[in-house]
């Protein structure tokens, strides 16, 4: 490797304040933790991470020309990160990953619900025409579906940063379950929609073909067990869906709606920046690039392009 080419790198960055760009191989340091998950999980679709040293704002410059600010409010209400997330939203929750599903959520603990449209939509597509181009089959359960002489289910899935492909991962381990779990899985109630949130004019991550509900027969929605209670005073949680089925999801980079205080156990959704701590599968996610820890934090080392 050339020589000179790190010290041309250093000053080019210093010059531009930039804090991670595809194409150079020494990337001065992320802010925090949570911004190292976030454009770990999604990198493909980040060109460059740049920081204004005046204003202190952070910009992430997405491949589809969309640049998005890593956060505008700190002090949001819980409602207002909700109606609107900042990229420092989305990960502002940490997701409890394989963590005993016993436990009832505390008040308005929802690691999740809080999503960027922008920033999905920069990844999976901003359009229905621009997601459905996006949209592939995934084989449901193929080999249970055969033993029990049922019809085949093949799911609609977005295969971009590798969502389709850990949905089959899912449905493949789902498979090899014995019988006693399989009537939770048997009859999913959809995955690919173009549809808002129930009671709200955000697009549900099912627009984006990202999410899949397991079942309507064993699932608990808060809105529908508390019809007289929309304005959140109480929830009181309940679920059916056993743990050895989440813990299937969640190591494949699935979050899971029955985590949240405002629970939706039949739904589970690919959000791999939840998974930062427990590398997902090389196989099923995206390319890894070389990442370091540095004294002030995370650091960005993509290898060069070919
Ligand atoms: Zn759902």
Known sequence: MNKTLPILCAIFL????MLYCKKQKKIVSLDTDKMHCLAKAYRSYISKITKNHTTGKIYFYMTNGQVIPWQDNP?????EKLVSSSLADIVSEDYPVNKDILNAPHLNYDPGRFRNSAFFQSIYGS???????????VPWLPGTMKQLSKKPIHLLFNKENGAAAALEKVSQTLDRLPSSFKKYVLSPAGTFAWRNIAGTNRYSPHSYGIAIDISTTYSNYWRWDHQD???NKYVKYQNKIPEKIVSIFENNGFIWGGRWYHYDTMHFEYRPEFFCKKPIKASVAAPVTDLVKTKSGSAFCPKPAN
């Not at 210093?14 to 304040?17: A, E, G, I, V």
């Not at 229905?128 to 592939?136: E, P, Y």
């Open 127 to 137: 359009t229905l025409s621009a997601v459905k181009k996006n949209l592939v089959e």
């Open 75 to 79: 002090n949001k209400t819980f409602q």
């Open 229 to 231: 209670n929309l304005d």
């Open 14 to 17: 210093l010059h531009n304040n």
